[in-house]
């Protein structure tokens, strides 16, 4: 029998992103408050449907840029200014996630270093940065004095999934220094891990994991002031992009 498309319905494919960032010591999520039906007014992940010119990777890198002004890097490339970890996540494909249609959403996790207050677009009336664990701890986030929501759609659970990659990837992995500027002390990495996992931990012990692993981090021969004390060398990611042996995540 020969394909007919009319056979099948059409669906819809969209991009959402869970942007994160560690802002004031906390790990962050990017959230915009819907301006359109459905979910209007609720607070959602950002995100777009794909246009029919573009590919998956194309139409996360184009949302990302317009929901935060970055540019996409390839996750086996260095970070570089202005520019963020993007990669590939999950699928989600219930039948009911969106009212309007069947829509499909290819999620992607997106890391930045210290990114500054948001700027709408599209359909967004107004975005900010939530702290990851009040998101998590609430299902959703509200402003002084109105109601907190669940995150529209099944956001929520995308965000779920979004962190606990990123939790689990820095376990094994450079993908902490994502988080970084180009150029950052052992400290400042080992605050990403705390704010990431949520504890704190030995300066000592980290110190020597982070740089027991030939070309883990590569000293600049610079030196910074900017955490207050003595001097700190200064560090940028290397070419050895797994950690050996892991660094595991305490359990609390």
């Known amino acids: ?13 969209t991009v959402d992103l869970v942007v994160l960032t560690v802002r004031r ?29 573009e590919d998956l990777s194309q139409a996360a890198a184009r949302e990302l840029a317009e929901e935060t002004g970055l540019t996409a890097h390839e996750p086996s490339e260095p970070a570089q ?3 963020a970890h993007l990669e590939q996540l999950a699928t989600y494909g219930d039948p009911k996630r969106d009212p309007r249609m069947r829509v499909v959403s290819v999620a992607h ?27 998590l701890a609430q299902g ?34 450079s993908l902490a220094t994502a988080f970084c500027p180009p150029e950052f002390t052992v400290g400042e990495l080992r ?16 110190h020597r994991k982070v740089t027991g692993t030939p070309g883990f981090l590569v000293p600049t021969g610079g030196t910074t002031t900017r955490q207050g ?22 359990e609390v």
Not at 1 to 13: I, K, N
Not at 113 to 132: K, T
Not at 142 to 170: C, M, N, T, W, Y
């Open 1 to 13: 029998m020969p394909y007919d498309p009319s056979d099948y319905p059409p669906f819809a494919v």
């Open 25 to 53: 010591h906390a790990l962050c999520a990017l959230t915009v408050r819907r301006g359109e039906q459905p979910f209007q007014g609720r607070w959602a992940l950002p995100g777009g449907f794909v246009r029919p010119d």
């Open 81 to 83: 200014d202005n520019g």
């Open 109 to 135: 996790l997106a890391l930045a270093p210290d990114l500054p207050a948001p700027r709408p677009g599209g359909d967004a009336n107004s975005a900010r940065w939530a702290p990851v664990e009040e998101l």
């Open 140 to 173: 959703g986030y509200g402003r002084d004095g109105e109601p907190v929501a669940p995150l529209a759609f099944d956001h929520a659970q995308i965000l779920v999934d979004g962190v606990e990659r990123a939790r689990s990837k820095i376990e094994y992995s």
């Open 191 to 206: 605050r990403v891990y705390e704010a990431v996992w949520g504890v704190a931990l030995d300066p000592r012990n980290f």
């Open 229 to 250: 004390g003595r001097p700190a060398q200064l560090f940028r990611a290397g070419g050895a992009t797994l950690l050996n042996p892991p660094m595991l995540r305490p």
